[in-house]
């Protein structure tokens, strides 16, 4: 289902409308250009020799698996689980912003012991390089599930300052259910969200308004494949190959509305929020064991000792916005309108 808007005053040639998978592409001759808002619209202008793609429109669906209009992964793993193959393991990170909602997808496994999939997101100016404590123990963090008490002094890389957190959690203590948390970071007592038992009675499932800010949630277990347990280099072919995990449909607006590229952390930690795994998105080097709370393994019943700049690489990843459509189509008519005139 599309909608065509037509580009005015411009000549005739050839429009080449497909998608990514491949499932849908014609060639068609046209009197004028048209631009058709399905997932992906590539334009050949014959005469010009301007090759166009325009990946807008496309909305993926709440559900846990993987959508193709996610297009390549933003970040794979890059080191095997020591949290349990199959149990918590973090293969690969997909995001794409559509409508001003941001998708994204990690695809793995959260075991359903409440381990925590943890997401950090630098999304504006300002925020924590090195997380605080709570505004009831002298630091600025909202006083939720007692996170910003148990990661206090952890540091992340050089650049990322975290704005905002969601801490998601599956388990069966109490009954079936799957838990997801919502931060303002240094937004002060009581700048939370929290939502439990969101998939109503089971630990998966999808709910397109877990929280009350309108952020979803979808997960799927299932994966059987992937990276394997332990500490070596992790096959990246295999975390490629998986396509179902958690999913997040989160507005823009409930993450300070970027306009611009920003960045995720994600990382797998203990169901009391202080013995981190070593299953990070960016991930951590090759031969990297559990960090728990000091670096090295060690339970210290809290994450003050954790610095990722310790660690080669970026523990995070960056995800674009795109140009809204309407910005994309002008400067297609000036950039044509310069061209003509040249
Ligand atoms: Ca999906
Ligand atoms: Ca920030
Ligand atoms: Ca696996
Ligand atoms: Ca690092």
Known sequence: ???????????????????????????????????????????????FGLYISVNAWAVP?????????YGSAVAVQTVQTQFGDNNSELDAAYATVEGGMLYLM???????NFNRLNIFIDSHAGGQNVIQNNANNGGTNPENDNWAGKHAGMTFDSGFEADYMLSLRNGSFGGNR??????????????????????GGTTTGSNASALANGIGVAFNNSNAAGIL??????????ALAVATGI????PLSAIGNPNTVFKISAMVNGSNHDYLSNQFLGG????????????????????SGIDLNQFAGSQYFRVAVPEPAAMVILALGGLLLRRRRG
Do not use: C, W
Not at 61 to 69: E, H, N, P, Q
Not at 106 to 112: D, F, K, Q, R, V
Not at 287 to 301: I, K, P, V
């Open 1 to 47: 289902m599309y909608k065509a808007l037509v580009l005015p005053g411009v000549v005739a040639g050839q429009m080449e409308v497909g998608n990514v998978s491949g499932r849908e592409t014609k060639m068609r001759r046209f009197n004028k250009f048209s631009v058709h808002t399905n997932r992906s619209v590539v334009l050949l202008l014959a005469g």
């Open 61 to 69: 669906v709440l559900d846990g698996t993987r959508d193709v209009s």
């Open 106 to 112: 990690l695809t793995g496994n959260l075991e359903n």
């Open 178 to 199: 799957f838990d997801i948390d919502y931060a303002v970071v240094g937004g002060g007592l009581g700048n939370f969200l929290a939502a439990t038992d969101v998939f």
């Open 229 to 238: 347990g332990g500490t070596g280099a992790a096959n990246q072919a295999a």
């Open 247 to 250: 999913e997040l449909a989160i």
């Open 284 to 303: 951590l080097p090759a031969g990297t064991g559990n960090l728990g709370g000091d670096g090295a393994g060690g339970f210290t019943g809290s994450l």
